[in-house]
T-cell receptor, first 110, second 118 residues
Framework: RKEVEQDPGPFNVPEGATVAFNCTYS??????FFWYRQDCRKEPKLLMS???SGNEDGRFTAQLNRASQYISLLIRDSKLSDSATYLC???????????FGAGTILRVKS | NAGVTQTPKFQVLKTGQSMTLQCAQD?????MYWYRQDPGMGLRLIYY???????DKGEVPNGYNVSRLNKREFSLRLESAAPSQTSVYFC?????????????????FGDGTRLSIL
């Protein structure tokens, strides 16, 4: 089992839609979680950090479910500019390392 | 406001050639990292440096060496390039976290080096 798993997608949604991605992780002791956004042929950029049960930043909400070992990213009122790959990143206490998921592709269409 | 700067942005090498990828950050971060990114896979850590003067192997260190020249600069060297090293390479930096050597702080990335080895 991979340490961090994401549905690769692609998720194809119309503008204005609400879309959610899940990310599961294997190490129950993990404490720190991040969502990054990566545009095609660009570097990953931090979208938000998730240190407790969740975080909200405008149209973006991240939620953490420790019991089921997953984090989710919810995007409301999708914009064309939200089209990108979203990377889930988990700090693994065991091994003391950051592990990146392979990413979920989102395509927002008009 | 440069952040993390990588050079070169593109490079084509022949098998067996050597080269060094350069990375510099101006955010006063302690920790620096080198990753490679291949299609369908997450970023994989090659080497990292928790602080000036220290370096440690990551998940895929074979075929690479690194140098933490000073707090700002962290270079990655391919001594004898192989086609399997064709990839996109990202350098990143972060503040040192409170979880030992490897930081649990968010990382800031350079814009990558696209390396092809023929």
């Amino acid at each position: 089992r991979k340490e961090v798993e994401q549905d690769p997608g692609p998720f194809n949604v119309p503008e204005g839609a609400t879309v959610a991605f899940n990310c599961t992780y294997s190490n129950s002791a993990s404490q720190s979680f991040f969502w990054y956004r990566q545009d095609c042929r660009k570097e990953p950029k931090l979208l938000m950090s998730v240190y407790s049960s969740g975080n909200e930043d405008g149209r973006f909400t991240a939620q953490l479910n420790r019991a089921s070992q997953y984090i989710s990213l919810l995007i409301r009122d999708s914009k064309l500019s939200d089209s990108a790959t979203y990377l889930c990143v988990v700090f693994m206490e065991y091994g003391n390392k950051l592990v990146f998921g392979a990413g979920t592709i989102l395509r927002v269409k008009s | 406001n440069a952040g993390v700067t990588q050079t070169p942005k593109f490079q084509v090498l022949k098998t067996g050639q050597s080269m060094t990828l350069q990375c510099a950050q101006d955010m006063n971060h302690n920790s620096m990292y080198w990753y490679r990114q291949d299609p369908g896979m997450g970023l994989r850590l090659i080497y990292y440096s928790a602080s000036e003067g220290t370096t440690d192997k990551g998940e895929v260190p074979n075929g690479y060496n690194v140098s933490r020249l000073n707090k700002r600069e962290f270079s990655l060297r391919l001594e004898s390039a192989a086609p399997s090293q064709t990839s996109v390479y990202f350098c990143a930096s972060s503040y040192r976290g409170d979880r030992g050597l490897h930081s649990n702080q968010p990382q800031h990335f350079g814009d990558g080096t696209r390396l092809s080895i023929l």
